[in-house]
């Protein structure tokens, strides 16, 4: 089954900063590579994807990368601001293809104003 | 828009009770699953159907069990609460096998005392 390591844990910046979270994985048959948003008392939810046939998809401030050698995807968000503030989770396909995912721990990322 | 409901927002039982939860999704999705959050832990998975009468066990299984009778209801049942299964649950739905997103419900935070 996946293994997926997400980090760092917490992460703090300023308003403006850049912030990136890390994850890897284990299965190099897996294919499908999302990101959730949980803001405080909120339900997660999906605020971008990439495939494995593509290495990085943009959505206005936010983005992610795949490298599918390294087996790592990353999301990055450009200009953060204080709504950016929640936890974000990663998750992989528990079992190469399948539709059933693995998610990481989250990374609490915190933006001061 | 895809809506996930659960039946509580909070819930406090006793030790030895027996707990349900209640999940169901209005878009005709195939796979619903059963989570637990803890700080620290992400989201792992308990159960999961992907049709009605189907279950599978995730990955911290014990303790829990589920039902589907009705596509659109899946219910997870503890049937003896123990102090450790204090926690936020949440419930998602997938449209198929091959639409991997997943759709969170609000959550249920359960207080077991």
Known sequence: GENVEQHPSTLSVQEGDSAVIKCTYSDSASNYFPWYKQELGKRPQLIIDIRSNVGEKKDQRIAVTLNKTAKHFSLHITETQPEDSAVYFCAAPKNGGSYIPTFGRGTSLIVHP | ?113
């Open chain 2, 1 to 113: 828009d895809v809506k996930v409901t659960q039946s509580s927002r909070y819930l406090v039982k006793r030790t030895g009770e027996k707990v349900f939860l209640e999940c169901v999704q209005d878009m005709d999705h195939e796979n619903m699953f059963w989570y637990r959050q803890d700080p620290g832990l992400g989201l792992r998975l308990i159960y999961f159907s992907y049709d009605v009468k189907m279950k599978e066990k995730g990955d911290i299984p014990e303790g829990y069990s589920v039902s589907r009778e009705k596509k659109e209801r899946f219910s997870l049942i503890l049937e003896s609460a123990s102090t450790n299964q204090t926690s936020m649950y949440l419930c998602a739905s997938s449209l198929s096998t091959v639409q991997e997103t997943q759709y969170f419900g609000p959550g249920t935070r359960l207080l077991v005392l």
